[in-house]
Structures are given as structure tokens and as C-alpha cells.
């Protein structure tokens, strides 16, 4: 038996004697000294490599299979789906589709009139209910004068022509509702806004012998257009409108932080001081007797206020304040005074007061007199 060194070595030298090739031994002198041999030694084979190679392609293959598969799953399923859709179109051609509701009315399968009567039954014997609390009102649809459109509905849900795909798009459809809103918010403000609480805007106003701002109030009450929303939303589905009716905040449109301004300078306008000149006498108007000639002008909404005085009051006060200071006067002589600028005086007053500005006016006078005696039947008067 021979050793495993020499089979290998029997081995090697065969093949290459059959390829045509006999191992020999070369030697080449290098320099006198060196001796190589060259021996042809097969490469590795490189598994790892091919290994990975044959998996890509194993995955591509699967892969190619897979799409292939679905594609043949998909069109076959939409073959199906064109197939049903083309009969269920065919069959209810003319009429609402099954499953078709408006709201919680199952209307499938019936024709147009069908759909008109069985929606028109439902809406003539329907009222809207109203519940404030433990008070609840009911009102005939009637009322609001609203119309429900069932031609309209009944036009748009039936079957018009055949179609594969129409039976995919069953749905709840609504009514067309048409009202006037302007009768809901009349009713609202007439029979359930007079109970509830309306919102006040702040005013700058007279309180006794001051000037204040009488502070804003924040109402609370129902929004019309609200009910009508909710009156709309529910009819269109064919449901018995049952509204409760919520009292929402209605907030001023001026609030007191927008009259400080106007408080400050109303105030600045009475401390004014103003003198009057009357002979020798002065005539100086308290800020009571200033407060009571103020005009206010507030226009409701409005954050822009008027101040003004007034020209009656304040002529009035002078003409008074001078009778005062007439019945003074020794009268035995028969004296009387008449004031020639009674109303440039008033104006002069007012603009001092609406500028701020400190003023002095003086009346100029001139004097009449009067000479009275008595007859036993008549009485004689000469004035110059």
C-alpha cells in the first residue's frame, strides 16, 4: 500500500502526463548559487462568492413569480367588481341603490316617487322642538316656512345609467333645506331672548354731583343664527329637529377702559375755572352748576364720546345770576339794567370750558331809568 505522500505525488505526475505536460524540474543559476523550481499550483475555488450569487438571483426569481401572482389576483378581482357592478346597476336602473339612506331612511331600491312620498310623509308631520331648560316648545315646520326639496334628492340618488363602479358609491345623502333665517331670528328675539339678559355697553353719565362710567354688562343670550344651523342640519337628514337652545355670551362693544379718556377730559373741561363780570360783582359757576350744563353724546356701539354744554343753561344762569345781583340794587330811584352781550358772553363761557382754558367775560350793561306815578286812573312810564 502506498504512503499518502507518494499516492498525492503518483497522482499530480498522471495528470499532468495526460494533459500533455510532464513535470520536470527546472533550475536556474543565478549568480552562480540560486536554484528555483516553479511548481503550477491550481487556485481555490471561491464559494462564499458563488453562494451569495445564487441567492440574488433565487430572490429575483421568487420575486418575478410573486408580481406575476398578483397581478393575476388583481385583475381577476376587478373583473369580479366590473362584473358585479354591471348587474346591480342593470337591476336597480331607475332607482336608489341598496343600502341608500338620507339620514336614518332606508330609501334603496325605490323608484323616484317612491322617494318623494315616503321623505314628503316624513317632513309634513315633523316639528322642531325647542328645550330651554325644563321649558320646552315645540314648533310646525310650517312656521319658519321651510322647504324641503325631495325632487332634488330623488333626482340625484336614483340610477340614471348602467355603470360597473356606481354600487361603490352608496352613501347617506342629505335634503336640500331652504328657509329665510331672518323668521328664525324673529321668533327667537320675540318669544326667548325677552327672558334672558342683554348685554350693556359702558357709559360715561352723570351720577349726582360727579361724573363716573357706568360699567359695561356682558349678556347672555340665544344666537339665531345658531338655531338655524342646527334646524338646517337636522331636517336635511330627515330627523326631528330637537334643539337645545343654549344661552351663548354676548359681549359689550365698550368696555369702561374705553371711556377713561373721555372721563378725564369731561373733568378737565368742569374744573375750568370761569369768571363772569357783572359791574363790579363776579359770577364764578361751580363745577355742580358746570356738571349740570355737560352734554353727553354717546352713540350706542360707540366708543367716541360728545362732550358739549349747553347754550339754553348756561344763558339761563347768567340771566339768573344777574337778576340776583339786581334785586341788590337800591331800586328806590327806578333804575333798571339791561345786559347788551348776553350771548357772546354764554358762547365765550362754553369755549373756555371745552378748550380748558381759564376766561374772564364781562357784560357790558347800560342802565334805564324809569320814572313811575300813579293817577287815580292811570299809570305813566318814561324811559331813556
Known sequence: MLSPR????????????????????????????TLTRELNVPKP??????????????????????LLDALYIILAFALVIMTTGVLISWKYHGRALPFT????VAIGGMN???????????????????VEGGLVRQVPISQFNIKADT????????????????????????VPISMNDRIVAGYVARVINPSQTKSTDA????????????????GFQTNPNFIAEQIKLALSRASTPNISVNSV??????????LTDDLAQANTMLQTPVTIKYGYASIKPTFAQKLSWLKIDQSSGSKNVGLDFSQGLVRAYIID????????VNLTTGNTVAIDNIDEVTDGVIAALKNGSTSDQQLTLHVNNTVSFNTSDTTADLSR
Open 112 to 130: 323616484k316617487q317612491q322617494i318623494i312620498d315616503t321623505l314628503d310623509a316624513r317632513f309634513n308631520n315633523m316639528q322642531i322642538t325647542l
Open 101 to 104: 339612506y338620507v339620514g336614518d
Open 45 to 66: 475555488v471561491d464559494f462564499i462568492t458563488g453562494a451569495k450569487a445564487f441567492k440574488k438571483s433565487q430572490m429575483i426569481n421568487n420575486l418575478t413569480r410573486g
Open 6 to 33: 507518494y499516492r498525492a505525488a503518483t497522482v499530480i505526475a498522471f495528470a499532468r502526463k495526460k494533459s500533455g505536460h510532464e513535470y520536470k524540474n527546472q533550475s536556474t543559476i543565478s549568480t552562480g548559487t
Open 321 to 328: 345770576q344777574t337778576n340776583k345781583l339786581q334785586k341788590d
Open 203 to 218: 357709559q360715561l353719565v352723570i351720577d349726582k354731583n360727579k361724573l363716573t362710567i357706568k360699567p359695561a354688562l356682558v
Open 151 to 174: 325632487t332634488a334628492l330623488s333626482n340625484q340618488v336614483i340610477q340614471k345609467r348602467v355603470s360597473p363602479f356606481s354600487y361603490l358609491n352608496w352613501q347617506r345623502y342629505d
Open 249 to 258: 355670551t354676548i359681549k359689550p362693544k365698550v368696555y369702561a377702559s374705553d
